[in-house]
């Protein structure tokens, strides 16, 4: 029994880690998208 519980609270623990993670990755992707949208905002204004 306490290995079950010990396994429900690793898993909840991972769940939210990789969570965490996967909102810290979406987060970067849109940062970096939004970069390239300026740069090339800047570019066209420039030609």
Request: proline fraction near 0%.
């Amino acid at each position: 029994m306490l290995q079950a519980i010990q396994y429900k609270v690793d898993f909840a623990q991972e769940s939210a880690n990789f969570n965490k993670l996967n909102i810290l990755a979406q987060s970067g992707s849109y940062a970096m998208s939004q970069a390239n949208a300026v740069q090339q905002h800047v570019i066209r204004l420039l030609q």
